[in-house]
């Protein structure tokens, strides 16, 4: 069982709509939570993170945590064609002196106008 | 410099030939971190740098990676005797220590043909 599973999708939603992007996770010393966007052929550049349970908002986005339930989410509203890109979710860990960062498989998502 | 920076961009190799990958980390950053991402699936970690250190390099596929760092700054990857399942597109990251937002490069997409 992989640390972190996400479905790959792929996820194609009108412009305009509401979007949901989830991530469970099994490690429960896992720290910071992640969302990190790529646009094809490119590196991933982060979007947001939180440390807690809870909703975090910056603009459009939306990050839960859930840690209760090791359930992460990521929320697009009013989405834009220039969303179109793959979704990351990363979660960090510190072991023996050394920081890790585990990722999902990444959420393809294409937004038509 | 700017951001983090890899080279080559795109490298094409013959099966059993040895490739180094470079990453120039964004200046006075700590950590580094190398991944690696196959077609359509997520970042799979490699190896983590704090200096010139690798407290962790459990992701290491094989005995054939390597990888280094000196001065605290450049990276290098090397894969020896290439196979065609190590084709992927190889990213490297760096963050001060601690720090949650790691810096992606763009990558270096590896064919081994």
């Known amino acids: 069982q992989k640390e972190v599973e996400q479905d790959p999708g792929p996820l194609s939603v009108p412009e305009g709509a509401i979007v949901s992007l989830n991530c469970t996770y099994s490690n429960s010393a896992f720290q910071y939570f992640m969302w990190y966007r790529q646009y094809s052929r490119k590196g991933p550049e982060l979007l947001m993170y939180t440390y807690s349970s809870g909703n975090k908002e910056d603009g459009r986005f939306t990050a839960q945590v859930d840690k209760s339930s090791k359930y992460i989410s990521l929320f697009i509203r009013d989405s834009q064609p220039s969303d179109s890109a793959t979704y990351l979710c990363?979660?960090?860990?510190?072991?023996?002196?050394?920081?890790?960062?585990?990722f999902g498989q990444g959420t393809r998502l294409t937004i038509n106008p | 410099g700017a951001g983090v920076s890899q080279s080559p961009s795109n490298k094409v190799t013959e099966k059993g030939k040895d490739v180094e990958l470079r990453c120039d980390p964004i200046?006075?950053?700590?950590?580094l971190y190398w991944y690696r991402q196959s077609l359509g699936q997520g970042l799979e970690f490699l190896i983590y740098f704090q200096g010139n250190s690798a407290p962790d390099k459990s992701g290491l596929p094989s005995d054939r990676f390597s990888a280094e760092r000196t001065g605290g700054s450049v990276s290098t990857l090397t894969i020896q005797r290439t196979q065609q399942e190590d084709s992927a597109v190889y990213l490297c990251?760096?963050?001060?220590?601690?720090?949650?937002?790691?810096?992606f490069g763009q990558g270096t997409r590896l064919t081994v043909v």
């Open positions: 200046s006075g950053h700590t950590a």
């Open positions: 990251a760096s963050s001060w220590t601690g720090a949650t937002e790691a810096f």
């Open positions: 990363a979660m960090r860990v510190n072991r023996g002196g050394a920081q890790k960062l585990v």
